[in-house]
């Protein structure tokens, strides 16, 4: 501004002005500001030089000369008007062209589409485009883009330059080969022997068959399928230790080049989840481990047996209960479960069922299992292989779970905001489960009944929440082991898991067959994910308990709005889930003690 207060005069986009310090010097730089900011001038002034120093070691105050404005402005008010403008520029040239962007989008109604194509050699080469990014983005027409800008900013501190970051992306087809060449060996090279089943007759063991067996009430039949298993991938061990150490290496190097602390930081901050959210969910489970021991000291009671071992964990602690559930009356079910969510939600389950979004049953061709998929601008399809077992009316319950969340963020979001992420995406469908749990816990008057659903909800805690967190200390030991410079072998990878299970696992029988069941884990070779189903069941239980307590699901359903708008921390606390503090974790591990005495009573 002058010495009056006012700018110093008028100018065109496009035009430059002359600046100079008496007994220093003078030089022209561009007018940065647009002509429609009536209240001062802007200049972009790069430090390379005596003047430019002077000039960037100025304090508010202080005088300088200015004279112009200098140069041809660029045809803004005739050629320009009604055109699509496109605006490339590179390094400081983006300088110069900054009134004219500033100005066209003053007068947006003026012209066509802007376009900008900025770049440099290097990061260290842009101009400080915070301050622009911040303006522009204030821009409605923008808002769509607003966190993905803010995304790409954030990771700009790992960001490298072009030659650096190709040099990572041509290595990354080389860092797939160890998760590579373990599903090549476990899934086509790897044979499993023969094992009997409960008739007593010789079959071959599977990946297929292994989780039936080792359900079986036959304490014969699943020790030797667990047995069978782990000692042959025993006999693998010291080639699956070296592709995951390799992978570990690949992970170590990634973080490295990109400048985290570690693996599991760089990991992390796709989401922008910290590291303390990790450290929070392992010490909030440790904490709760008497309760582990006291459901296992359960199951061996309800079992009948002198001792537990890792091969019963799995068999079910109450016996088989009779409880079908047609198709129809399982509707009806999930709906009187989710009632809570209000009448929108069962307005939207209505519809689901009335236009056939469930593929129900198992037909000739299909894929097995089950699962919902999103499809923006049309609505969810779910599959099914539905057979008629209450194990299958909660699979409905899950997946239209999916559905709903799907529904929502794509109809209140635009497309580039309607996916949300891996961190959130379980909470919707495991929120369903509980309130299936808890209405039919609550309208269940038959004993064995409760006891089945109980057991069913107890496992869940166990298989999801513990276990998973088992997997990710796993993870975090083995990425601190390297980072320390200790080899990853075999010896030392059974030893760090025959410690977790001893400690996860306490009071029953941990014999050396357990400590190669690391190497049969897919999860590892995606590093750092498997933490967030431990996260996701959490914040679900909370959710749940806190809607059936308050009755309020308002928080929940505008979580559900969401989609990928926003970071998944930021998101869960829409629902009144802060997994910044252990407190979701620790609420969700009193639930699961107090079902352990619920169940305690029915069977003991």
Known sequence: VGLD????????????????????????????????NTAYMEFSIKKCGCLTNWLHAMDVGQQITIRGPYGKPFPVDDAFKGKDLLFIAGGVGLAPLRSVINYVRAKR???????????????????????????????????????????????????????????????????????????????????????????????????????????????????????????????????????????????????????????CEAALDGGNVPVSVYDSLIEAVHESLPSMRKYLELRRRALKLDKIDVFDLYVPIVEDVDYPIAFEDAKELVKKATLPLGEEYQKLLDRAFAERWVDVYENDGKQSGAFSLGVFGVHPYVLMNYAGTLNDAFTLAHELGHSMHSWFS??????????????????????NEVLLTKYLLKTETDEKRRAYILNHFLES???????????????????????????????????????????????????????????????????????????????AVAIAEHILTTGDASGYLKFLTTGGSDYPLEELKIAGVDLTKPDTVRSALRVFDETIDELAKILL
Request: aromatic fraction near 14%.
């Open 109 to 263: 109604a003026d012209y066509g589409k802007i376009m900008i194509v900025y770049g440099s050699r290097s990061k260290d080469d842009l101009l400080d485009y915070h301050e622009i990014l911040d303006e522009w983005m204030q821009d409605e027409a923008l808002a769509t883009y607003r966190h993905t800008v803010d995304d790409i900013v954030r990771m700009r501190a790992h960001t490298l330059d072009a030659a650096r970051e190709q040099m990572l992306a041509l290595l990354g087809d080389a860092a797939g080969t160890p998760k590579a060449a373990f599903e090549m060996l476990t899934n086509v090279d790897l044979q499993l022997p023969m094992v009997k089943n409960e008739a007593g007759e010789e079959v071959r063991l599977t990946a297929g068959t292994f989780p039936v067996f080792r359900e079986s009430r036959d304490r014969s039949v699943r020790e030797g399928a667990f047995r069978a298993m782990f000692g042959t991938y025993r006999q693998f061990g010291d080639a699956i230790a070296t592709l995951y150490g390799g992978s570990v290496k690949f992970d170590t190097y990634f973080s490295n080049q990109r400048g985290y602390a570690s693996a």
């Open 461 to 539: 805690f166990r298989t999801t929440l513990y276990r998973q967190t088992l997997f990710a200390e796993f993870e975090r030991k083995a990425h601190d082991l390297y980072a320390a410079g200790q080899p990853l072998t075999a010896t030392s990878l059974n030893k760090v898991y025959h410690d977790l299970e001893a400690t996860y696992y306490d009071g029953i029988g941990i014999d050396a067959d357990i400590d190669p069941e690391w190497s049969y884990i897919p999860h590892f070779y995606r590093a750092f994910y498997v933490y967030q189903y431990a996260t996701g069941f959490s914040s």
């Open 410 to 431: 794509d109809t209140t979001q635009d497309y580039v905001n309607h996916d949300y992420r891996i961190m959130v995406a379980e909470v919707a469908s495991t929120v």
């Open 5 to 36: 207060g006012k700018k110093a005069f008028d100018h065109k986009p496009g035009r430059c002005a002359m600046l100079s310090i008496p007994g220093v010097g003078e030089a022209m730089f561009s007018i940065t500001s647009s002509p429609t």
